[in-house]
């Protein structure tokens, strides 16, 4: 198995979780105020495995305003995510709010050149079809 799919699964393992938990407590926490810890949390533990691997700081090119932007864009949809859980029913708030994929996948495509296979076309269609279904 491939590296990166061995980091994927695990993330997928950790995103699953952790929206498990926000949805928890969406509805007793103000969004900012989850967010804001959530974050803050998240920034100490990137912090200490980054001290802890001795990784050289550098922001070769504009990295660093893309790093900058992911980083408020992030914070924007995880203020909407935690709102999004406590207003509906976690199963479908997590499945939309994951259908994300289309975005990015979007945006590889017309940005970055990737190649849309057929695979990837039909993963995008069932999307789309489970994003109809959620939400009509």
Known sequence: MESWVIYGIA???LFGIANFLLKLI???VPAPLFATVYLGIAFATAAAIFLFQKTP???PGNTMWITVLAGIIL???IIATTIA???GLGSKVVTVININTLVTVSLL???LGEK???KIGAGILFALVSLY???S
Do not use: N
Request: proline share 4%.
């Open 11 to 13: 993330a997928l393992v």
């Open 26 to 28: 969406s509805d007793k």
């Open 57 to 59: 700081i550098s922001f």
């Open 75 to 77: 914070g924007t949809g």
């Open 85 to 87: 859980f406590s207003l």
């Open 109 to 111: 495509v017309l940005i």
């Open 116 to 118: 849309l296979t057929p």
């Open 133 to 135: 279904l959620l939400t």
